[in-house]
Each structure stands twice: as structure tokens, then as C-alpha cells.
């Protein structure tokens, strides 16, 4: 089993993460995306990355659809980041987040059987099982969220790797942005049972666990022997584990990007809708356009009529220009330049992630970059640009 793939493919775009209080002001208006977004007669999905391909099925019957409060409407009442007591999420949201995340993976598949549980405890984790076929037989991956103050040290032992030398795994990695891997034959299963498995804390305050078997059931292994590996590997399981990272915002709850219905019809342009949810709540959106991988909107204070034109893009090879290394090596930079038209200025924060994700945000004092000046201030700030910038939202977009 070699852990060290080649991962750099797997995670070009569903890049790790950090996060600041700083965030917590575009992080909390997810909560409230759905409001907001319907009364822009937005349609709210993650646009084509979370587009579901199955094989050899039309249409995928999820189990487990009940209990947890199922159907509850996040955006009811807005909670505060950072208070980690607060943990709501329904079996029906387990189940679609598991399973768009598996796509986004890289893993199709066929004849799904999905099944979760939802949560309303932080002592209680909330879970999600697909079983599935693979193309080389049955295959499981399991999925565990559990709510957590990401500062408590007695977590740091789940994501470190124990000393080679008595350790219950047979391969375990620690690797960067608090995220151990684990591989390891379960003891006393008969068969040759593997299940290999990724710990993440996210600083967002989530205990995340994704992990496979090489069989869909362990009393399987009993009847007959299980030579071959999981075929989910590591990177691939690192990625899920990312996926769902991205799908909880700090306040507590899931946000409606990775708990859309798998399969459904995406929103033209994959950075245009995570832009919108992330602008603080307070901006009218006047315009919108995008083209997967740029964004932008046309943002109007309705009482004077001035605008800012606010874009987000994924880019490569840019000019470098960092201010600012946040503690998990990501790199921040924050400019103000000079516009094509007198008087108008460019807010740009970049974020750069240690494994090559580059988001940049952008706004103007214009209705375009191009335009004349519309007011001497920009509607949004440059601590909110930047909140925009370093939301862990851009997980989930392509």
C-alpha cells in the first residue's frame, strides 16, 4: 500500500484551508445563503463541480432518509462563529454531502446505497455510508463529522501518528493542515478485512473522519477471502475528506453548496455562485455574470445609486505579491492599485494555499474596471474582500 501518490492532480482545485476570525463575518452569511440567494432568484447549487456522473443507474434511491430534524431550513435564525456547542445537520444533508463528495473525488458509482444520520449534539457525531459498486466488486466509505473546539490538545492525538514502533497501523502519515492517514488490517477480522482511513481537524471546528473497506460489509470477509486493497485510495480520501471541510461553515451547520441533491442541473459558472453567498449580506446585487472560473457581480447602494464591481477568479502565474503568511503556511496579499479611469481604485486580496489553490477577489469604485468612478468609497471593505478570499467555501468550487 504506497501512500504517497501522486496527489497534486486529486487536490488541484479542492485546495486546503485556513481560517481566521476575520472570515467568520462571510463564513456566517452562508447561513443565511438560502434567504438571500432566493430573493435574488438565484438558483443556490455548486455549479458544475458538483454535478453527479453515476454509472449504470438513472436515478440513485438514498436510504436512510429519516430522522434528524430532516428538511429544516438553516437560514432560520444566524449563529455565532466560533461557538463550537452549536452542531445541526440532517441525515438527508450527511447523505448528499457524502455523496457529492465522492464524485468530486474522482469515484464513480454504481448502484449506491446511502445512508446517514444527522445531528443536533456536538457530543454526537453525524454520519453517512455509501455502499456501492466500483467496477472490481462491492466497496464502502464511511463518513464521521463530529463538532469541536479545534484549540482543545487532547484532539492533536488523533491527527498525529504514533511512534512505527507498536503502532496499531501499518502506514500512517501525518500531513499538513492537521490531517492524519491510516492504513491498517482491522484486528480479528477474519479475511484479510482493510480499511484505510483519513482524521481531520478543521479549523473550522469539525472532526472529520472519511474511510474505506475493501468489502461492503465485514461478515462478508468471513466466507470468502479479501485479497485486494480498497479501491478508494488515500488522496482520493484525502480530497473527500476536503470536500467536507468545505461543506460546514464555522457557524455550526452545512452550507447549501455540498448538501445540494446529487445529480442536480448546475448553475451556469462554478465561482459566480460561491462569490454571491460570501458577499456580506448587506450588498444589493445589481448584475451578475460568470464563466466558471471567474465571477463577478455589480453591487448598488439603492439610496445613491453608486456601484462596485466585485470579481473572484482561480488564476496561475501571476505576479506574486504577499504581505502576509498565515500559520499554515498560506500566503495572503492585499494591494490597492491604480484603476484605467481617474479616481478609481482596485481592492485585490489573493489568497495563496500551500498546495497551489490561488483565489483572488477583487473590487472597484465602478460599475466595471473599465468605467468611470461611482462614488469615491467602494460599497464592500478590504477586510471584507478578504474574508471572501479565505473562505473555506472555495473547497467546493472547482
Same mark, same amino acid.
Given at each position: @500500500? %504506497? *501512500?504517497?501518490?501522486?496527489?497534486?492532480?486529486?487536490?488541484?482545485?479542492?485546495?486546503?484551508?485556513?481560517?481566521?476570525?476575520?472570515?467568520?463575518?462571510?463564513?456566517?452569511?452562508?447561513?443565511?445563503?438560502?434567504?438571500?440567494?432566493?430573493?435574488?432568484?438565484?438558483?443556490?447549487?455548486?455549479?458544475?463541480?458538483?454535478?453527479?456522473?453515476? &454509472?449504470?443507474?438513472?436515478?440513485?434511491?438514498?436510504?436512510?432518509? $429519516?430522522?434528524?430534524?430532516?428538511?429544516?431550513?438553516?437560514?432560520?435564525?444566524? %449563529?455565532?462563529?466560533?461557538?463550537?456547542?452549536? +452542531?445541526?445537520?440532517?441525515?438527508?444533508?450527511?447523505?448528499?454531502?457524502?455523496?457529492?463528495? @465522492?464524485?468530486?473525488?474522482?469515484?464513480?458509482?454504481?448502484?449506491?446505497?446511502?445512508?446517514?444520520?444527522?445531528?443536533?449534539?456536538?457530543?454526537?457525531?453525524?454520519?453517512?455510508?455509501?455502499? +456501492?459498486?466500483?467496477? #472490481?466488486?462491492?466497496?464502502?466509505?464511511?463518513?464521521?463529522?463530529?463538532?469541536?473546539?479545534?484549540?482543545?490538545?487532547?484532539?492533536?492525538?488523533?491527527?498525529?501518528?504514533?511512534?512505527?514502533?507498536?503502532?496499531?497501523?501499518?502506514?500512517?502519515?501525518?500531513?499538513?493542515?492537521?490531517?492524519?492517514?491510516?492504513?491498517?488490517?482491522?484486528?480479528?477480522?477474519?479475511?484479510?478485512?482493510?480499511?484505510?482511513?483519513?482524521?481531520?481537524?478543521?479549523?473550522?471546528?469539525?472532526?472529520?473522519?472519511?474511510?474505506? /473497506?475493501?468489502?461492503?460489509?465485514?461478515?462478508?470477509?468471513?466466507?470468502?477471502?479479501?485479497?485486494?486493497?480498497?479501491? @478508494?485510495?488515500?488522496?482520493?480520501?484525502?480530497?473527500?475528506?476536503? *470536500?467536507?471541510?468545505?461543506? +460546514?461553515?464555522?457557524?455550526? !451547520?452545512?452550507?447549501? *453548496?455540498?448538501?445540494?441533491?446529487? $445529480?442536480?442541473?448546475?448553475?451556469?459558472?462554478?465561482?459566480?455562485?460561491?462569490?454571491?453567498? &460570501?458577499?456580506?449580506?448587506?450588498? /444589493?446585487?445589481?448584475?451578475?455574470?460568470?464563466?466558471?472560473?471567474?465571477? /463577478?457581480?455589480?453591487?448598488?447602494?439603492?439610496?445613491?445609486?453608486?456601484?462596485?464591481?466585485?470579481?473572484? @477568479?482561480?488564476?496561475?502565474?501571476?505576479?506574486?505579491? #504577499?504581505? !502576509?503568511?498565515?500559520?499554515?503556511?498560506?500566503?495572503?496579499?492585499?494591494?490597492?492599485?491604480?484603476?484605467?479611469?481617474?479616481?478609481?481604485?482596485?481592492?485585490?486580496?489573493?489568497?495563496?494555499?500551500?498546495?497551489?489553490?490561488?483565489?483572488?477577489?477583487?473590487?472597484?469604485?465602478?460599475?466595471?474596471?473599465?468605467?468611470?468612478?461611482?462614488?469615491?468609497?467602494?460599497?464592500?471593505?478590504? !477586510?471584507?474582500?478578504?474574508?471572501?478570499?479565505?473562505?473555506?467555501?472555495?473547497?467546493?468550487?472547482?
Amino acid at each position: @500500500m %504506497r *501512500f504517497e501518490d501522486d496527489l497534486g492532480r486529486a487536490l488541484r482545485h479542492t485546495a486546503g484551508a485556513f481560517t481566521t476570525d476575520r472570515r467568520s463575518l462571510a463564513e456566517g452569511s452562508l447561513v443565511r445563503g438560502r434567504r438571500r440567494l432566493a430573493r435574488r432568484r438565484a438558483s443556490v447549487v455548486a455549479g458544475s463541480a458538483l454535478t453527479v456522473a453515476l &454509472l449504470a443507474t438513472a436515478g440513485a434511491q438514498l436510504g436512510g432518509q $429519516g430522522g434528524a430534524g430532516k428538511g429544516r431550513d438553516h437560514a432560520s435564525k444566524p %449563529r455565532l462563529a466560533g461557538d463550537y456547542r452549536h +452542531f445541526a445537520v440532517t441525515a438527508e444533508e450527511m447523505e448528499n454531502i457524502l455523496h457529492n463528495g @465522492m464524485n468530486r473525488a474522482g469515484i464513480a458509482v454504481a448502484r449506491p446505497k446511502v445512508q446517514g444520520t444527522g445531528s443536533s449534539d456536538q457530543a454526537r457525531p453525524a454520519t453517512a455510508t455509501i455502499d +456501492f459498486e466500483d467496477g #472490481w466488486g462491492a466497496a464502502r466509505v464511511t463518513l464521521s463529522v463530529r463538532r469541536v473546539d479545534p484549540a482543545e490538545q487532547d484532539l492533536k492525538k488523533l491527527i498525529t501518528c504514533p511512534p512505527e514502533k507498536g503502532s496499531p497501523y501499518e502506514e500512517c502519515t501525518t500531513q499538513p493542515d492537521n490531517r492524519a492517514v491510516k492504513g491498517y488490517t482491522e484486528a480479528g477480522k477474519a479475511g484479510g478485512v482493510k480499511k484505510w482511513a483519513v482524521t481531520m481537524l478543521s479549523p473550522n471546528g469539525y472532526l472529520i473522519e472519511v474511510a474505506t /473497506h475493501n468489502v461492503p460489509m465485514a461478515k462478508q470477509a468471513e466466507s470468502a477471502l479479501v485479497s485486494r486493497n480498497p479501491r @478508494m485510495n488515500p488522496g482520493k480520501l484525502r480530497s473527500l475528506a476536503m *470536500f467536507v471541510d468545505g461543506s +460546514f461553515a464555522r457557524d455550526g !451547520e452545512p452550507n447549501s *453548496f455540498g448538501t445540494v441533491v446529487p $445529480g442536480a442541473e448546475a448553475e451556469s459558472g462554478d465561482i459566480l455562485p460561491v462569490l454571491k453567498a &460570501l458577499l456580506p449580506e448587506r450588498l /444589493h446585487i445589481h448584475s451578475e455574470g460568470g464563466s466558471g472560473a471567474e465571477g /463577478h457581480v455589480v453591487v448598488i447602494d439603492r439610496k445613491t445609486g453608486k456601484r462596485t464591481y466585485v470579481e473572484a @477568479m482561480r488564476i496561475a502565474g501571476d505576479k506574486e505579491f #504577499w504581505n !502576509e503568511t498565515l500559520a499554515d503556511g498560506t500566503k495572503v496579499g492585499t494591494r490597492r492599485l491604480t484603476g484605467k479611469q481617474p479616481g478609481v481604485v482596485q481592492l485585490r486580496v489573493d489568497a495563496l494555499r500551500v498546495n497551489g489553490l490561488w483565489i483572488s477577489v477583487s473590487a472597484y469604485n465602478a460599475p466595471s474596471p473599465t468605467s468611470r468612478r461611482s462614488g469615491a468609497q467602494h460599497l464592500i471593505t478590504e !477586510e471584507e474582500l478578504k474574508a471572501v478570499a479565505t473562505s473555506r467555501t472555495w473547497l467546493l468550487a472547482r
